[in-house]
Every structure is written in C-alpha cells, then in structure tokens.
C-alpha cells in the first residue's frame, strides 16, 4: 500500500500580529518588509503567475489606483513565485499591449517582489496546497504604520479581487483610528459610524438622551460623520 506524504503546512501571521520581516529583490530594488514602510499603511499583495489574465486585470487596476492609494498614506507591494525578469517583461507588456476597461499603457511602478524560494510566501501562509503548491493564491495583507497586520483576505486562483473594496477597507480602518468608532456592513465615507457599546448603565442611558446620537437599543447608536470630515482628515487635504 503506497503511503501517504506528509504535506507540508504552512502557518500565516494573524491581525494583531507584527508583520514579518524580510528583504527581497523587487522591480524597483530591494525592499525591507516592513521598515521601509515605517509611519505609512502598506499594502503586500500576492499573485499566482506573470504573464496570466486574472494577474494581469489585476495589477492594471492597482496601477490604475495607486495614487488613490497614495493620498491615503498607503504603499502597494506586490509579489509572485516568480523571477525578476519575468516580472520586468510582463510588466513591459501590461504597458506595450494591454488594454482592459479602457485602461491602457498602464505602468505599474510600485514593486513587484521576486520569490522564486517562496521564502515570503511561506512566511506570510499564501501558498494553500490544497489549493496549489507552486503559487501563491490571490492574500491581501494590510499593515498599519506600526507594522502591525490590520486585515488579511485571502482569495482562490480564480476569483479576482474587488479594488474598491479593498480602498473601502483601508478608509474604514483609518476612520475607526481616527475617529474612535467603529464601520457597520457596505460603509462608505459619509454614512453614519458606530459607537462602541456603552460599559456601564449610566452612559448607556446618557448616549439614549443624546441627541447627537440615534441609539435604536442601548447597544446599538450610530453618529454621523460627514464625508467631508472624514477624507480631509485621512487625505490630508
């Protein structure tokens, strides 16, 4: 009877956790992860392959995005099991030939890590054997000014990312800092915020009679917090 191999695990870090340090080769030189990125939110992304459709939608749209993703203090850094030359060529083609959604000669200047070892990959838990053992799946890791991880998604091979939403997350973080409140389900700048939970009986009481705030319970209240408010302050406008 033909036994089985063991298959490899490979752990990831969790929110909360200090994102793991490394140095890599990347398309716009070396990186240390994430000391260079010290005081600004940053952005490490996974992709399976150069030179694939989904891959290639993809980075055109975070390139299309990244001086969005600038104004909000926020670096992209992107990265595959594959070489820097592939990188550079694939790239090269993205702005020579590609046109999606009426995105065209799309340079992509943040950097592109090269990990042929996969040494990054497996410290951050974006190889899924189950999944593929030889590429990355679609992991999305942000990571405050502090180093800290602030939200993981992970996605399969075949489904690519909502860049909106990703942009949603990142406002929605920096408001909760900001602001000390908390983002309900689908919230965009200018919808009202939550308050956290009143911990005694007397403040619950205080927050039903403010008239600031819509308590529906004393568990739930909401505030509004305007657009305007809300941009100036993460944009720095």
Not at 127 to 155: C, H, L, M, S
Not at 161 to 175: K, S
Request: glycine residues 6%; charged residues 30%.
């Amino acid at each position: 009877m033909e036994e089985k191999k063991e298959q490899e695990v490979f752990s990831m870090p969790r929110i909360g956790d200090p994102a793991p340090e490394f140095k890599a080769v990347t398309t716009q030189g070396e990186v240390n992860f994430p000391g260079d990125y010290k005081g600004k939110w940053s952005i490490l992304f996974s992709h399976p392959a150069d030179f694939t459709p989904v891959c290639t939608s993809e980075f055109m749209t975070f390139a299309h995005m990244e001086e969005k993703f600038n104004e909000a203090n926020c670096q992209l850094i992107g990265l595959s099991i594959d070489g820097l030359y592939s990188h550079i060529a694939w790239l090269r083609t993205i702005k020579e030939k590609i046109e999606y959604k009426g995105m065209k000669d799309i340079e992509v200047t943040f950097p592109l890590i090269e990990d042929i070892k996969m040494d990054v990959a497996k410290k951050y838990g974006m190889i899924q054997p189950n999944e593929d053992n030889t590429k990355a799946v679609r992991a999305v890791f942000f990571v405050d000014p502090k180093g800290i991880i602030r939200a993981i998604i992970y996605y399969p091979l075949s489904l690519g990312r909502n860049f909106d939403e990703l942009y949603r997350a990142l406002i929605a973080m920096q408001t909760s800092d900001e602001f000390g409140v908390a983002t309900p389900a689908d919230w965009q700048p200018g919808d009202d915020v939550i308050i956290s939970p009143a911990g005694s009986c007397g403040t619950a009481q205080e927050r039903m009679e403010d008239s600031d705030i819509d308590c529906k319970d004393w568990f739930f209240c909401t505030k509004k917090l305007d657009k305007d408010t809300v941009l100036n302050k993460i944009l720095k406008k």
